[in-house]
């Protein structure tokens, strides 16, 4: 099955909304209509600050990753300011 990255940037000013969003994110991610293989948020180098979010999926195509992210909380709250989906190649996986 294809893979998929999906890299999320988060609009200025947005990470109150997203906490407020959070709990919701979480639960939608737990019944994703696809496979999750990673995921999480991308963080500030303080480690800690969220500013982002970060997904490396299993999909039958393109469509269901676009139809994955649209439905997701966070994008229906507006809190991205860019979503990039991209195919991915994995050649090495050392879980």
């Not at 970060?54 to 507006?78: G, I, Q, T, W």
Request: proline fraction near 5%; hydrophobic fraction near 40%; aromatic fraction near 10%.
């Amino acid at each position: 099955m294809p893979h998929y990255v999906i890299h999320c940037l988060d609009a200025a000013d947005t990470l109150p909304r997203r906490l407020e969003h959070y709990e919701e994110h979480k639960a939608y991610l737990a019944e994703a209509p696809l496979h999750i293989l990673v995921s999480g948020p991308l963080v500030k180098d303080d480690g800690k600050t969220m500013i982002g979010s970060f997904f490396l999926v299993e999909a039958n195509n393109r469509a269901e990753v676009e139809d994955f992210n649209k439905a997701d909380p966070f994008a229906r709250s507006r809190i991205w300011r860019s979503v990039q989906i991209h195919s991915f190649i994995k050649r090495v996986d050392n879980r």
